[in-house]
Nanobody
Framework: QLQLVESGGGLVQAGGSLRLSCAAS????????LGWYRQAPGKQRDLVAT???????TYADSVKGRFTISRDNFKNTVYLQMNNLKLEDTAVYYC?????????WGKGTLVTVSS
């Protein structure tokens, strides 16, 4: 069973930066679908960014140019660098891995952006 543990969330002022990490319990070398989602209070969980095993990335329009997703297969870790944070980025951020037909989720890390 693949386990994912997020870290790096916290309280930051608008315009600031945070880097989220997602540590996997086993190798992610062959996992094609890795990504970050977020869920703001009272809203649905939305895709933030994905990265394939070939390093191809996709982003939600709302974070393009501000967030960068990356993966380190040797450290079994996925990162989300978040710059120029906005109030609307406040949410619980979840790490996701798709393995075959299975979906794996972390428990989330809270990011709060203040004015």
């Amino acid at each position: 069973q693949l386990q994912l543990v997020e870290s790096g969330g916290g309280l930051v002022q608008a315009g600031g930066s945070l880097r989220l990490s997602c540590a996997a319990s086993r190798t992610i070398f062959s996992i094609n679908a890795l990504g970050w989602y977020r869920q703001a209070p009272g809203k649905q969980r939305d895709l933030v960014a994905t990265v394939t095993d070939d390093g191809i990335t996709t982003y939600a329009d709302s974070v393009k140019g501000r967030f960068t997703i990356s993966r380190d297969n040797f450290k079994n870790t996925v990162y989300l660098q978040m710059n120029n944070l906005k109030l609307e980025d406040t949410a619980v951020y979840y790490c996701y891995a798709g393995v075959g037909h299975m979906e794996h989720w972390g428990k989330g890390t809270l990011v709060t952006v203040s004015s």
